[in-house]
């Protein structure tokens, strides 16, 4: 046997145990042949990964009953998400960790383009895909991230207020009567408080500016002692800390400091040059990502309590040829912490980027074409469950430079030796 035929054969028994663990969050042997079936399709290489053409790939010769069978299993049938996810992370996390610790907890959110207006979810809303609004459906997630390894840990579709109060169209959709409406800011923190409740593991909390932003959000993590390093807007006003360099030592922290606040990027315009330093913060494609960044602690002023400030933290900016183009960072990381790491921390969002691509791209997340509720987020359910299994593969084999790992490359080695099995898991007595 050669070497690439027993990494075959190994594989396919691993394949085979991960359908046969979350096969048991889902009840009879019709859905767990559903399920294998599902993920199986996913799981081959190819872009078309809706129901019709799985079927077609599984059973050329009845592609009607295994179509029928598999819409079945996705749309109507009423197994539960929550534990086949619970299962799915029962696996993944533990592998993931072998490679490193959990580092990050990642919130992010992405969208979906659509072109018909019934999906459940869909409206015109911002899509970070084409940088403006568009018809499309959007999902909020939470990702754990070590050094080399990331996965949703949470993936939940945001449901616009259009869609949330009106009851003929939740009911059309199946949409559960218990739902209400929630912003993406508060979905991040039910999602936040549940990983931290159900005890996974720890890590410091990354979001972009939509998030980071709000200082709920950032209450929300204070009170779960949840350290963050959070994308601001340039806007955001802050006094410099007491003790900081170049102010006062003795400012009073009264109503008249917070009165005489000013936003992060008027402070940033007053730094001079010797404040700047060059800073790498991880391997790209091209090499070395490189900037000019620059850290102070400063305390946060609120806009709405005129009389407080929030606890010192680090205010961290990235330098840009034009001051408008300055990036913007809240972090509570120790007030130790050397400027490269909160660079590194700072930074560390792009491995959810990747999550989105691979999800969309190799797993086929953007592909569903049904349009209730149930479905959809059985087909979410299934697509992370079908990526945590290529997480889990990919953690057999550690790449030198994590950093530089191809992912893509790796997925689509994994998507072709499955192909290429000759025991595939869809190949039913």
């Known amino acids: 046997m050669s070497e690439g035929t027993s990494f075959d054969a190994a594989m396919e028994r691993r394949f085979q145990d991960y359908l046969e663990d979350l096969g048991a969050a889902v009840g009879n042997d019709a859905r767990r042949r559903g399920l294998s079936d599902y993920m199986t399709g996913l799981l081959l290489p190819g872009e078309r990964k809706s129901m019709e053409p799985i079927a ?59 072109s018909g207006r019934h999906s459940v979810g869909v409206a015109i809303q911002y899509s970070g895909l084409v940088g403006t609004t568009a018809n499309c459906q959007s999902l909020v997630s939470l990702s754990l991230a070590t050094g080399a390894a990331s996965m949703p840990v949470a993936c939940e579709l945001y449901l616009p207020e259009e869609w949330a109060h009106d009851r003929k169209r939740r009911l059309r959709a199946g949409v559960p009567p218990h739902l209400v409406f929630r912003t993406k800011i508060e979905m991040a923190i039910d999602q936040i408080r549940h990983a931290a409740a159900t005890g996974l593991p720890r890590g410091i909390v990354l979001a972009d500016a939509a998030y980071g932003g709000a200082r709920s959000f950032r209450d929300a993590l204070r009170d779960l002692d949840l350290a963050y390093a959070l994308g601001i807007e340039s806007n955001t006003t802050a006094v410099p800390a007491a003790g900081a360099a170049g102010h006062a030592t003795a400012r009073d922290r009264s109503a008249k400091v917070q009165a005489g606040a000013v936003r992060v990027d008027v402070l940033a315009g007053e730094w001079g040059p010797r404040d700047w330093r060059t800073v790498s913060w991880r391997e790209g494609s091209a090499g070395q990502l490189t900037g000019r960044f620059a850290a102070r602690r400063v305390q946060v002023a609120p806009t ?38 909160l660079v590194r921390h700072a930074k560390g969002r792009y491995r959810v980027e990747q999550d989105y691509r691979e999800l969309k791209q190799e797993v086929g997340l953007a592909r569903f074409e049904g349009r209730g509720w149930r479905g959809f987020n059985h087909h979410v359910t299934l697509c992370l469950a079908a990526y945590g299994f290529l997480v889990c593969e990919r953690s057999l084999f550690p790449p030198r430079h994590p950093a530089q790992a191809d992912t893509d490359g790796a997925s689509q080695s994994i998507l072709h030796r499955l192909a290429a099995s000759p025991h595939r898991p869809h190949d039913h007595a």
């Open 56 to 114: 077609e790939r599984l059973d050329s010769g009845n592609v009607s009953r295994r179509h029928q069978s598999i819409q079945h299993f996705v749309s109507e049938a009423s197994w539960k998400d929550g534990p086949v996810r619970e299962r799915v992370l029962g696996r993944v996390v533990p592998a993931m960790q072998q490679r490193g610790a959990i580092e990050h907890w990642i919130v992010d959110d992405t969208t979906l383009l659509k």
């Open 304 to 341: 709405q309590r005129r009389d407080h400030l929030d606890p010192e933290e680090w205010l961290i900016v990235q330098d840009a040829e034009a001051a408008k183009d300055r990036n913007y960072w809240l972090s509570t990381l120790p007030a130790d912490t050397p400027l490269e790491n």
